[in-house]
């Protein structure tokens, strides 16, 4: 059974780096193919891609965050962090991982219960 | 960049079919896919590849693909399926995105 949990600070001040850890079970992110991506939803509005990391460490982010992401991974931690810098308001939101199945092509079929991260000065 | 547009709204009777559409230039060439979240609840992926359904996924939601455009169907429409449900798919270049979100509310 795949779980993924995000954890991290919950209410972060304008200009700080976030720092998000995605823990999770029941897969490898050493397996072919396999990913982990992170997806956030401000309150009230749609759903937002940010970045997938891969089993063979090939990353991509989303072409208006990409100066401001980073995602890395501890295989052996079963560990994914994404850290976001120059937080701003407008990253208040509920921010997810997910695990990219490879049979199911370029979805995310398990995600985290996500973790909400508020930004206010 | 890419975008997936999509209805923000639709509105249907329990029984009755209700059908979602998801508009992209890549979608020709890419694959679309569909979440389905409930309020509170982490998205929940209904359809993958266009048009199929992963296990536990009730065969009352269905998937196609026509030209720019993607659509996914609830037939028998229950007062569980009220939700908000989202496309996505992903580019040439490995990059991904969501549509705009659609909510769907049982009469």
């Known amino acids: 059974q795949i779980t993924l949990k995000e954890s991290g600070p919950t209410l972060m001040k304008p200009t700080q780096t976030l720092t998000l850890t995605c823990t999770f079970s029941?897969?490898?992110?050493?397996?072919?193919?396999?990913?982990v991506g992170w997806i956030r939803q401000p309150p009230g509005k749609a759903l937002e891609w940010l970045t997938v990391i891969y089993w063979d460490d090939d990353k991509h982010y989303s072409p208006s965050l990409k100066s401001r992401l980073t995602v890395t991974k501890d295989t052996s931690k079963n560990q994914v962090v994404l850290t976001v810098t120059n937080m701003d308001p407008v990253d208040t939101g509920t921010y997810y991982c997910a695990h990219r199945q490879p049979n199911y092509q370029d979805s995310f079929d398990i995600w985290g219960q996500g973790t909400m991260v508020t930004v206010s000065s | 960049s890419y975008e997936l547009t999509q209805p923000p709204s639709v509105s249907v009777s329990p029984g009755q079919t209700a059908r979602i559409t998801c508009s992209g230039d890549?979608?020709?060439?890419?694959?679309g896919y569909w979440y389905q979240q409930k309020p509170g609840q982490a998205p929940v992926l209904v359809i993958y590849?266009?048009?199929e359904r992963p296990s536990g996924i009730p065969e009352r939601f269905s998937g196609s693909s026509s030209g720019t455009t993607v659509t996914l169907t609830i037939s028998g429409v229950q007062a569980e399926d009220e939700a908000d449900y989202y496309c996505?798919?992903?580019?040439?270049?490995?990059?991904?995105?969501f549509g705009t979100g659609t909510k769907v509310t049982v009469l």
């Open positions: 029941g897969f490898s992110l050493s397996t072919s193919r396999v990913g």
């Open positions: 996505q798919s992903a580019d040439s270049s490995g990059t991904y995105v």
């Open positions: 890549a979608l020709p060439k890419q694959y």
């Open positions: 590849k266009d048009s």
